[in-house]
């Protein structure tokens, strides 16, 4: 049986500096927050808990590797 060669990495957002952009830790490419257009990544899943985003799960369409953010802030009720 053939293992997948897709990986899953956790980058903790508290640790990007700058403007939130950030490289695949796998092939490189640059992950921008401002890119809407899903040519680079997309969203594949969300954790919320008490309204506030826990985790946010994406993949790299280029190498086709997870990536899971961690590290937001809870906004104040």
Do not use: H, W
């Not at 985003?53 to 993949?59: A, N, R, S």
């Not at 086709?64 to 590290?71: A, H, P, Q």
């Amino acid at each position: 049986m053939k293992q997948s060669q897709n990986a899953v990495f956790r980058v903790d957002i508290t640790q990007i500096e700058g403007d939130g952009d950030f490289p695949c830790p796998q092939c490189g490419v640059v992950i921008s927050p401002d890119d809407k257009t899903e040519a680079v990544y997309k969203i594949i899943d969300t954790k919320v808990k008490k309204q506030n985003l826990e985790e946010l799960v994406i993949l790299c369409n280029k190498c086709e590797s997870k990536i899971r953010l961690v590290g937001f802030v809870p906004v104040d009720q």
